[in-house]
Structure formats: structure tokens, C-alpha cells
């Protein structure tokens, strides 16, 4: 189980880094039209700038907690977080028709890390 948590929370943490990373150093503009992130365009720069807060921070609860062993019951918990704002993002997508398979990938992922993260800190 151990074994399975660190790969799926560590992949979906990689990817959440690196989303996180591009909404909070590039701006409205740069996103939509640098990396073809149609969705910004109903989000203010404020907002946006939020949603790459709580992927950082979900990000960072995935690992730091377990990794140095204080609380280590957050890191599923930030999977569910993650999860969950997945799930924002594909229905964002959808509403613009695009499909979202990377949103479906990732909730996979994050519910595979809830649920080992749940079966071995609990």
C-alpha cells in the first residue's frame, strides 16, 4: 500500500507543481495565449492565481507530511482537496467542450492516494 501511495502521490504532485507553477508566474494573458488555456478567459487573475495556491499547497501536503512523519493523515487529505479541484476542472473544461482526460487521469490518482494514504495513516 505504502508502495502505491508514494507513486500516485507523487505523480499527481508533480503535475500539481507544475500547474501551480505556470498560474502563479505567468499571467491571465500569458496562460491563455503562451499555453492555449482557453478557461482563464472566465476566471479573473485573482482567481487563478488562488486555484495555483491550492495546488501548490496540495502539492506540498502530499509529501512534506508523511516524508518527515508529523501528521502524516494530511496527505490524504490533500488528495482529496486535489481531487476535488480536479473535478472543478473538468467540469470547466466540458462547459467549453473540450474533453478532459487529463482531469479524470488526475482525479484517478488522487483517489488512489486518498484511499492508500487513508489505509496506511488511519
Excluded at 24 to 29: A, D, F, G, Q, V
Excluded at 51 to 73: F, K, M, N, R, S
Aim: no cysteine; charged share 10%.
Amino acid at each position: 500500500m505504502l508502495i502505491a501511495y508514494w507513486i500516485a502521490a507523487g505523480l499527481l504532485a508533480l503535475v500539481s507543481l507544475y500547474a501551480a507553477g505556470l498560474k502563479l508566474l505567468r499571467t491571465k494573458e500569458q496562460l491563455e495565449r503562451a499555453n492555449g488555456m482557453a478557461w482563464t478567459k472566465g476566471f479573473s487573475q485573482g482567481a487563478i492565481r488562488l486555484i495555483g495556491v491550492a495546488e501548490l499547497l496540495g502539492a506540498i501536503g502530499l509529501i512534506v507530511p508523511p516524508l518527515v512523519a508529523i501528521a502524516p493523515i494530511l496527505a490524504p487529505v490533500a488528495a482529496l482537496g486535489l481531487g476535488v479541484l480536479q473535478i472543478g476542472a473538468a467540469v470547466t473544461h466540458a462547459r467549453l467542450g473540450e474533453k478532459p482526460v487529463i482531469n479524470v487521469v488526475l482525479v484517478v490518482l488522487a483517489a488512489v492516494a486518498a484511499v492508500t494514504g487513508f489505509l496506511v495513516w488511519a
